[in-house]
């Protein structure tokens, strides 16, 4: 494979490793505002719970609607520990290949000087 293929090879999979890395923390931050969005924590006591059941809303008991909300966040959770691990491991990956293509680029330019200056 010639140098400008590297290059070009290794650039190409850097520009992908940031858009992996751009799509993960994107899930994040849903996971983050699913999170938020499922928390009954402020709601009183007596407070009636509604489920939307296609277009109806339904009354819930609470104690049901609390296990079904328990289970979502045990779920979102899990999610959000699943693509942190996503991002770490992007995060190393995008560095080890930005430090390539700047080794690479650096080659490159010291080969252009060499062969410029030796004409």
């Known amino acids: 494979m010639s140098f400008d293929a590297r290059l070009e090879a290794a650039t190409t999979e850097y520009q992908r490793l940031q858009k992996e890395l751009t799509n993960a923390i994107e899930a994040r931050q849903r996971l983050d505002s699913q999170l938020q969005e499922n928390e009954f924590k402020l709601l009183k006591e007596d407070a009636n719970i509604y489920k939307l059941i296609g277009p109806v809303l339904i009354k819930q008991d609470k104690i049901e609607a609390t296990s079904n909300v328990d289970k979502r966040l045990d779920y979102i959770r899990s999610e959000i520990k699943r693509v942190e691990t996503q991002l770490a491991d992007l995060s190393e990956k995008s560095e080890k ?18 062969v410029s200056s030796s004409r």
């Open 97 to 114: 290949k930005k430090f390539e293509v700047v080794d690479l680029q650096r080659t490159y330019q010291a080969q252009v000087q060499q």
